[in-house]
């Protein structure tokens, strides 16, 4: 009989299989062999992925989607200005994203229906619709798991840190390494756990690194053959590697930054969190997370808007892609560029907006993404999708796309249930070449 | 009143109990014809003889009418039609649809034979039906040929279709049982092959061999795999089970391959002074596992301290217990143990884990977050009863059972000032007094009854069902209505300004107070509101202990409900196998409870768990329990109890849960028959046998300490040397504590560190939130993180040992003018040895090896001064792999 219950899926077995790598016993030595297979496909060309987060929910009429010809209740105070891209039109105060609109896909129409902070942040940075009954791993934590790591530098770094539970039901193993603050032009980082602090000198690394060595014995032989204590032996080897690369602490220290790359950020912390975001890529760290707030507009919306947040989002945003780009890493680097939601169309009593989920946008670039373009398009109030809505799912599957990696690929939670990357989405055709 | 409730969880324990070795049994050796070789001993029971399907069903002209239930829907399990990714998705396969694993037998007769073209089932040219075109591939079938044409399976559904293709579900009655020979499988070598038969019982009479109808899996497909005809192959050393599923049926049995030639009369003598040791050692005897020597002294009384109180033992403790003599100095150790505060900190820690204790999803008001303050609460009820060793059913049921107001005649008023009272600022009453505690259902994050109902299972019966919300549990007995039935005993629990659907004649209420307190506050001119002002009045309220707007916990008792329109569309929806029905409560693997009958809903529940034949209640405190102490459960994952998951050791369950139970759920009974075990006491050293034994107890297995026990230790280690005498007890201060969990929600420099060593959140349905395993943060931090530098200099919790070291061995130099009289003292010298032996008691809890006293003797001369040299050596030791391991 040559039947085999293939179609039951997935069998128990596999489950503890996979459950080890958040489980205790079985996994540890395998963690460095599994994460550097990886399990993406080679055709893709992004290899690394910058995930900008706009927490808040910026205004979409007043950014990315303006709709010169809505009623004065809705129109907003901005006008729209040509950019490099032809077609493409965005606000006046992001002149310098305008001039590099060839690097980025502009997603209008992109639409949900959370409009609580945490419930549309946690939709727009997993690309799943939260459940109360399961914790969806960030973009992040996901690439971290499929993209291989380098023995220098974690894979994920969040700058300069990242809502808890980032990992969902994956685990700790593939949470962020969080900088703990944001970088200061022109200076060196204190990263937490890599620079050298507490008077500590990389003399004092190494003696301590002999030190360990001399009285971490007590396991004997047996240290090699146990999971845990192997594992946690690589882990010894790669933060000891980690604190005295010299590599890596380049990555951190933007002093080592060239004038020219420097020019093309402003000094504030979101332009130097990008400009650090470009540097760690480029030292072959995965996936970065940098964010900037301040965008929950319900009054004064447009003065917050022209004085502060779209210069700084101009300035920062701009220096990504071009940094990106004269670094050589455009190409390779995929950049995700949300807030949790849109802002009101209508414009309320306090000259403000209010949370709106139904018609956002996203920016998507790099990493082979098709720039220089609109894909999709809200109505003619800017009140939802004019045809076809955008999901988070869809946007999200793209992303993931550019980076080689199937959001349709099942991991299995640690209770054992088949979860896809992205069970809903569908990569969106006009961005993925 | 009569529950009738306990039926299919009698045969639950039925059938695990087939194999519990009190059935006498014979062996048989059989030889496989061409091979010759001597194969598997297996334990045969006596079983009728019933001809099998091929018999039945090989010839198309004598075949029998065949069974749709029995026969025709257990055969598209089997051969995978229904299964996850074909017919059985949720938006079926190539447009059919069947139930995952085939249990909707309407439903899918209905699909099968009622398309509307009849193609699937063609009476009038029966070959030419699509149920047989496709399953054997003679028409392009995406899943290829999943029965070949004029196979018995063939035969069997052809002879269905020419005999009306009917629906027999009514007809054939209730499953009773599966029985399976043999009964367990013990190889001899890797490549052995045995067929296992499977019998069905029915409530009819009927007996039936259903083998080819029949589900096989593997639980560990490394030690042992099974074909999809019931044939189970020994691959390699190790033990595991091979479950068995038809219709409601699920039957593991335990196959198992010796890993040495110590088995049976070979097996050298080991001692067994304790039940569990005897229970332990008959496995292990079969298994050809020799267990580990036992530990040393040293290491059960750090093991025994980190385990039953998450805290190191001092340095004091360990030179005592050392030079202790008395023979029975460990399970003295143990009583000692379950007397100190420690224990009772670090058990309600990992109560509240198991109970969800989460302050982001209590709120307590509307308005007010008082979810720190309630977590602390429900930690402090806890922490006070296990103190007591109040017994576990007693202590649950305060928390099953809990309503808002202590007592039903308590008015909304005086409810409403006894939870201010708990918070005022003159002699707050004590809440862990308080006879009940509501906080596990008031939580945000279970509000549906389907919420509450998976919530229930996870904390008190060790079951995951979330499978059965949405289809047939791939690995028990569940299916969904299994599900929805179970969850209409939580429809009536709510908590909230009022409760659900009553207006009530009180005068004083949520409304009233709320209402008293904005008349008291002017509204702000401006916005109109003054949410800050109504925010203070309610905080002075609660201070000076009057009546406040405290929102409450309410269970009603519901006529079991038809489901809405709404409500069906809605789970349709979601899943369109679902089937809707009235919703009659049904306790899990029981009957049918009238609600009404009840005032509380949960109270048939609480009955049903203290029921002594439950096979969950008991049997999931004591895994757990036992996973805390041997990192994995009798069962595991230690909340996941399923009939597919049977126990490693059948008899060890039973014993303990019985035990437990017996000794009026008393936990402090079960820590001590666990903790005075020499299973409990074995060397982490492994020998040739048991060096790959993770599973049956036959060494201590290393793994990495919880996170609250690891930064507690790390404190500890760096406290100067009076307050490290005080600090275990100190549960205020201690991650173990109670303020550990509280504010987590913050990014706080305390909670980075019991972060990245996996604290749980407390946030879904899953022991499995508390991680143990190593990560590279982990190391960093150890290594090289500014706060872990810090502590070793400015230990947590107090001063440091460092500095307590650098001011007596450094000259005094006084700021201020020193009175004459006081004469300067000149610091004694540190004595260089007395300081390295303290470093190895504060971290590993042994005193040094004189190898290691020797390499430390060099390093401490090299260094600086005494305080550096302790600081450096505190450091390597607090990075050595001993000190972050349980061993």
């Known amino acids: ?433 | 009143m009569d529950l009738k409730i306990m039926n299919k969880a009698d045969s639950i324990l039925f059938e695990h109990s087939i194999y519990s070795g009190q059935t006498p049994f014979h062996m048989n050796k059989i030889f496989f014809a061409g091979l010759g070789l001597v194969v598997a001993m297996v334990v045969q029971a006596k079983v009728p003889t019933t001809p099998t399907a091929p018999e039945r069903f090989g010839q198309l002209e004598k075949a029998e009418e065949p069974s749709f239930r029995r026969h025709i829907l257990p055969l598209f399990s089997r051969v995978g039609c229904s299964g996850r990714e074909c017919h059985g998705a949720f938006a079926g396969q190539g447009g059919f649809q069947l139930s995952l694993f085939g249990y909707d037998f309407a439903k899918d007769h209905k699909e099968i034979t009622a398309d509307t073209e009849e193609v699937r089932v063609d009476q009038k040219d029966i070959s030419k039906s699509l149920v047989l075109l496709k399953a054997t591939n003679q028409e392009k079938h995406k899943g290829k040929e999943r029965i070949k044409p004029g196979s018995w399976e063939y035969n069997l559904v052809h002879k269905w279709i020419s005999s009306g293709a009917k629906n027999d579900t009514e007809k054939t009655g209730d499953f009773d049982r599966l029985e399976i020979s043999p009964k367990e499988i013990v190889f001899k070598k890797a490549g052995e092959k045995t067929q296992i038969r499977v019998l069905a019982y029915w409530k009819d009479g009927t007996v039936e061999d259903v083998t080819l109808f029949t589900r096989f899996r593997t639980n560990d497909d490394s030690v042992s795999v099974v074909s999809a005809t019931g044939e189970v192959e020994a691959k390699d050393k190790g033990d595991t089970h091979i479950v068995a599923f038809y219709d409601n049926g699920v039957h593991p049995i335990p196959v198992m391959l010796p890993v040495s030639d110590k088995v049976g009369a070979s097996y050298p003598k080991v001692a067994t002074p304790t039940k569990v040791d005897e229970l332990i050692i008959a496995k292990l005897r079969k298994l050809g596992v020799v267990p580990s020597e036992t530990c040393t002294d040293a290491e059960f009384l750090r093991r025994v301290s980190l385990d039953l109180t998450g805290t190191l033992p001092t340095p004091n403790q360990v030179m005592q217990f050392l030079a202790d003599i008395s023979p029975n100095k460990r399970t003295a150790k143990v009583d000692e143990l379950l007397k100190t505060p420690a224990y009772s900190a670090w058990w309600a820690t990992k109560m509240s884990d198991f109970l969800g204790n989460n302050p982001r999803v209590l709120r307590g008001n509307g308005a007010q977050n008082y979810g720190d303050k309630f977590s602390r609460q429900w930690y402090d009820w806890l922490r006070h009863r296990i103190e007591k060793n109040e017994p576990y059913d007693k202590m649950m049921a305060g928390i099953i059972l809990a309503t808002g107001r202590t007592k039903p005649t308590q008015s909304y008023e005086d409810f409403a000032r006894e939870m201010s009272s708990y918070f005022r600022a003159e002699n707050p009453a004590s809440f862990a007094e308080r006879p009940n505690m509501p906080h596990f259902w008031a939580r945000q994050n279970i509000r549906t009854a389907e919420e509450k109902a998976l919530a229930f299972a996870h904390s008190f019966l060790g079951v995951r069902i979330e499978c059965a919300q949405c289809h047939k549990h791939p690995f028990d007995q569940w299916t969904q209505n299994d599900f929805k039935s179970f969850q209409a005993f939580f429809g009536g629990i709510s908590y909230g300004n009022k409760p659900p659907g009553k207006t009530g004649d009180e005068k004083v209420t949520f409304a009233s107070l709320t209402k008293e307190i904005r008349e008291a506050i002017p509204a702000d001119p401006k916005s109109g509101n003054n949410q800050k002002g109504l925010g203070n009045e309610f905080e002075r309220r609660v201070k000076a202990g009057e009546p406040a707007p405290w929102q409450e916990l309410f269970a009603i008792a519901k006529a079991p409900s038809k489901l809405s329109e709404r409500e069906i569309e809605r789970l349709k929806k979601q899943n369109p196998n679902f089937d809707s029905r009235v919703l009659t409560p049904k306790i899990l693997g029981g009957e049918d409870v009238l609600l009404t009958e009840f005032p509380d809903p949960r109270t048939p529940l609480m009955e049903w768990l203290r029921s002594s034949k439950n096979p969950y209640f008991a049997r999931s405190w004591v895994n757990r329990v036992w996973a805390s102490y041997f990192n994995r459960g009798l069962v595991e994952p230690a909340d996941d109890l399923n009939l597919a998951n049977p126990p490693v050791n059948q008899e060890l369950m039973d014993h303990l849960a019985d035990g437990f139970i017996k000794n009026g759920y008393s936990m402090a009974w079960l820590h001590r028959e666990i903790l005075s075990s020499a299973t409990y006491q074995r060397s982490w050293k492994a020998n040739d046998t048991n060096k790959h034994d993770e599973k049956n107890f036959s060494r201590f297995v290393i793994r990495r300490l919880p996170a609250e026990v690891i930064v507690d230790g790390v404190a500890q280690a760096t406290l100067s040397t009076d307050r490290l005498a005080s600090f275990a007890s100190d549960i205020e201060v201690r991650a173990i504590g109670p303020n550990a969990n509280a504010g987590r929600g913050g990014k706080g420099a305390s909670n980075y560190s019991l972060n990245i060593f996996g604290k749980p959140v407390r946030e879904t349905n899953c022991d499995c939130e508390r991680t143990s395993d190593p990560t590279l943060l982990q190391t960093l931090y150890l290594r090289n993180d500014p706060e872990f530098l810090t502590s070793l200099e400015q230990a947590r919790g107090g001063s440091s040992w460092v500095e307590e070291i650098r001011r007596q061995t450094s000259p005094v130099v006084s700021k201020t003018k020193q009175p004459a009289a006081v004469p300067e003292v000149k610091p004694e010298p540190m004595n260089p040895d007395r300081l390295i032996e303290q470093v190895f008691l504060r971290t590993v809890s042994r005193p040094p090896t004189a190898l290691e006293f020797e390499k430390a003797r060099i390093d401490f001369a090299a260094a600086a001064s005494p305080a550096v040299g302790v600081r450096e050596l505190l450091w390597a030791m607090l990075n050595t792999r001993e000190f972050m391991v349980n061993h």
Request: charged residues 20%; proline residues 5%.
């Open chain 1, 1 to 433: 009989m040559s039947i085999h219950t293939t179609c039951d899926g997935v069998s128990r077995r596999d489950f503890l299989r996979v459950g080890a790598l958040t489980g205790v016993s079985l996994s540890l030595a395998d963690y460095f062999a599994l994460s550097s297979q990886g399990a993406i496909s080679g055709a893709a060309k992004g290899k690394a992925a910058i995930f900008v987060r706009l927490a808040g929910g910026p205004s979409h009429m007043d950014t990315f989607d303006l709709k010169p010809d809505a009623p004065d209740t809705h129109r907003g105070e901005f006008k729209p200005i040509k950019t490099n891209a032809d077609g493409v039109m965005i606000s006046e105060h992001l002149p310098k994203l305008a001039k590099c609109a060839d690097k980025f896909a502009v997603l209008r129409g992109v639409s949900h229906t959370l409009a609580a902070h945490n419930l549309g942040t946690l939709y727009m940075n997993t690309g799943n619709r939260p459940l109360p009954s399961l914790n969806y791993p960030h973009y992040g934590a996901v690439v971290s798991r499929e993209l291989p790591g380098i023995q220098h530098l974690p894979s994920f770094v969040a700058v300069p840190s990242l809502a808890e539970n980032a990992t969902g039901y994956l685990g700790v193993e593939y949470g962020p390494f969080e900088t703990g603050a944001t970088p200061q032009a022109g200076k060196a980082m204190d990263v937490r756990g890599l620079a050298l602090k507490n008077g500590v000198t990389i003399e004092d690394v190494d003696r301590r690194q002999n030190l360990i060595q001399r009285y971490d014995g007590a396991f004997g032989a047996f240290a090699k053959e146990d999971k845990v204590l192997a594992g946690m032996n690589q882990f010894g080897e790669k933060a000891y590697s980690m604190m005295r690369s010299p590599k890596a602490r380049a990555a951190f220290d933007l002093s080592k930054e060239t004038a020219s790359i420097n020019g093309l950020f402003g000094t504030d912390a979101f332009s130097q969190s990008c400009l650090l975001a470009t540097r760690l890529v480029e030292s072959d760290v995965r996936f970065v997370t940098v964010s900037l707030g301040g965008w929950d507009t319900h009054g004064d919306n447009f003065n917050a808007l022209k004085n502060k947040n779209l210069p700084t989002l101009d300035a920062g945003l701009s220096g990504l892609f071009n940094a990106l780009a004269a670094k050589g890493l455009l190409e390779t680097t995929a950049v995700f560029v949300t807030g949790e939601f849109g802002r009101t169309p209508k414009i309320n009593a306090r000259g403000g907006r209010d949370h709106y989920p139904r018609a956002m946008f996203c920016l998507l670039g790099g990493g082979g993404i098709k720039g220089g373009q609109v894909v999709g398009a809200s109505d003619a109030k800017g009140e939802g999708p004019k045809d076809r809505a955008i999901t988070p799912d869809d946007v999200a599957s793209t992303f993931y796309k550019a980076l080689g990696i199937d959001n349709r690929k099942e991991y299995n939670t640690p209770t054992g249930r088949p979860v896809m990357i992205v069970r809903n989405g569908t990569p969106i055709p006009e961005l993925i070449s």
